[in-house]
């Protein structure tokens, strides 16, 4: 497999529609599949080279939070079914969970009708949130905290 096969970068399923060439069901990022078979085309040019990522809790549905993936941090995460994401701050990869070991299991990569968005199905374990909550939607509008608190990030995270 190339690297443009991994990633969706490249070129266009057959014109002639052999179901062969390209994952239409939304299961590319399934861990079994991980790193294995065809990406549908996904739209790295028009978003900038990253696209927007929602993670949600496989299990309860909940959205965890909003990240950006690069084509390299997709193919990390279908490569070890564990979510990758780009660091739009930093500007590198990160593996979700790398400092405090609260990972992402992927379940399932869905991508949406125009492939310039993906929705990450996953099992969290810890919170997904770095100031500490399980989603990092955890305000309404008006700053009420409507999230749950479940660990202390000043235990979590060194200051350095």
Same mark, same amino acid.
């Given at each position: 497999?190339? %690297? #443009?096969? #991994?990633? *969706?970068?490249?070129?266009?399923? %057959?014109? #002639?529609? =052999?179901?062969?060439?390209?994952?239409?069901?939304?299961?590319?990022?399934?861990?079994?599949?991980? *790193?294995?078979?065809?990406? &549908?085309?996904?739209?790295?040019?028009?978003?900038?080279?990253? /696209?927007?990522?929602?993670?949600?809790?496989? *299990?309860?549905?909940?959205?965890?939070?909003? #990240?950006?993936?690069?084509?390299?941090? /997709?193919?990390?995460?279908?490569?070890?079914?564990?979510?990758?994401? @780009?660091?739009?701050?930093?500007? $590198? /990869?990160? +593996? +979700?969970?790398?400092?405090?070991? @609260?990972?992402?299991?992927?379940?399932?990569?869905? &991508? =949406?009708?125009?492939?310039?968005?993906?929705?990450?199905? &996953?099992?969290? $374990?810890?919170?997904?949130? @770095?100031?500490?909550?399980?989603?990092?939607?955890?305000? !309404? /509008?008006?700053?009420? $905290?409507?999230?749950?608190?479940?660990? !202390?990030?000043?235990?979590?995270?060194?200051?350095?």
């Amino acid at each position: 497999m190339t %690297d #443009a096969d #991994a990633t *969706g970068e490249g070129g266009d399923a %057959d014109p #002639a529609g =052999d179901p062969g060439d390209a994952d239409t069901t939304g299961d590319a990022g399934r861990p079994g599949d991980a *790193g294995s078979g065809p990406v &549908v085309d996904l739209d790295w040019e028009g978003s900038g080279g990253l /696209l927007p990522v929602v993670a949600q809790d496989a *299990g309860t549905g909940e959205v965890l939070m909003l #990240a950006y993936v690069s084509p390299e941090a /997709l193919e990390r995460t279908r490569e070890t079914g564990l979510a990758h994401y @780009h660091s739009r701050s930093r500007d $590198e /990869l990160w +593996k +979700k969970g790398g400092t405090s070991g @609260h990972v992402q299991r992927i379940d399932e990569v869905r &991508v =949406d009708c125009d492939g310039d968005a993906l929705l990450y199905r &996953v099992h969290q $374990e810890g919170g997904a949130c @770095h100031t500490g909550f399980q989603s990092c939607f955890h305000r !309404d /509008l008006s700053g009420e $905290e409507v999230g749950e608190r479940v660990f !202390d990030p000043d235990e979590v995270y060194d200051d350095d």
